[in-house]
């Protein structure tokens, strides 16, 4: 049985606005980029332990998965068999900011 895949509040601006910066120079692969890390984010339903954990923080619970140049972390709930995405971070960025997101 699969994970139930959820998006944050902050995953879904982070969404918006890579889609934005990227459709400043090409509308159509902004949208398609878009979808594609939406795609990759919901593929953690089926495998959700497939990411490591995040190395800045010091818990089991908070893991990420690389795609392209962007991390996408996520808070992993075994007993509620949830995958909460809490950000799309540009690589480029640093550490990602987390806060409790649910």
């Known amino acids: 049985m699969d994970y139930q895949v959820i998006l944050s509040f902050p995953a879904r601006s982070d969404i918006q606005n890579i889609v934005h910066y990227i459709s400043l120079y090409n509308q159509e692969q902004a949208w398609r980029f878009g979808l594609f890390l939406i795609q990759q984010a919901r593929s953690l339903g089926q495998f959700p332990s ?14 990420e998965i690389f795609v392209k140049a ?10 509620k068999r949830t995958v909460e995405i809490i950000r799309f971070w540009h690589a480029a ?3 990602p900011v987390v806060s409790d997101c649910s």
């Not at 497939?50 to 089991?60: A, I, K, L, M, Q």
């Not at 962007?70 to 007993?79: A, G």
């Open 93 to 95: 960025r640093g550490t």
């Open 70 to 79: 962007y991390r996408i972390v996520y808070r992993l709930d075994r007993n």
């Open 50 to 63: 497939r990411g490591g954990v995040v190395p800045e923080f010091d818990d089991e619970s908070i893991r």
